[in-house]
């Protein structure tokens, strides 16, 4: 790989560890709040969870297709803002118990659906020869976001509750936005 290519891998690799570390970190702290949501049931949870997936693979192509008509940066930005609405929205309904609200929240995290955009950007800015090493440095940062998710979301939970797990996962949208710009050509 020249050094071009490997400094867009891990550039890349970083943007997607920081979204999915992002929407991992809530999975193992989630069902902790089953009782004390108003109206919130297991299934509720259940759906909190989930819900982010469903949006995501529903606009996965439509997001696919607009950055090929309007370019992938401009698409990538657009799903990471996304992303942060929707950490913040699910922040303010944890804040105050809202188990609705967080679903709601969940649901737009998922429509910043900006991995397939992500991966044509990686295909893009590589050379064919060099490209399944670029997939596989994206590939070992998504596993080890799951694997950092589940040790560092409880520790969060535990210091500053599920609606600081949320405007973690913003944060952490808005470090993946500044990093596409200042390090991906």
């Known amino acids: 790989m020249t ?10 690799a970083a943007v ?9 970190m809530v999975v193992p702290v989630m069902g902790r709040y089953v009782r004390e949501f108003e109206g919130a049931s297991p299934q509720l949870i259940g759906l909190a969870l989930g819900i982010y997936g469903l949006t995501q693979a529903s606009l996965q192509i439509p997001f696919g297709l607009w950055s090929d008509r309007i370019g ?5 930005t657009t799903g990471l803002l996304i992303f942060v609405a929707g950490s913040a929205l699910a922040a303010l309904a944890a804040a105050s118990s809202q188990i609705w609200g967080v679903i709601a929240g969940r649901a737009v995290q998922g429509a910043g659906a900006v991995s397939g955009a992500t991966l044509a950007l990686a295909a893009d800015l590589t050379r064919p020869e060099q490209r399944t090493k670029s997939m596989a440095v994206i590939g ?3 596993g080890l976001a799951f694997s950092v998710a589940f040790v560092v979301g409880p520790i969060l939970d535990a210091r ?3 609606a600081g797990v949320f405007i973690a996962s913003g944060t952490l949208g808005l470090a993946a936005l500044g990093l596409l710009w200042a390090l991906v050509p």
């Open 3 to 12: 050094r071009t290519e490997l400094r867009t891998a891990l550039a890349l």
């Open 16 to 24: 997607f560890f920081m979204r999915m570390l992002g929407l991992f």
């Open 72 to 76: 992938r940066k401009p698409v990538i």
């Open 140 to 142: 070992i940062c998504i």
């Open 160 to 162: 500053v509750g599920l």
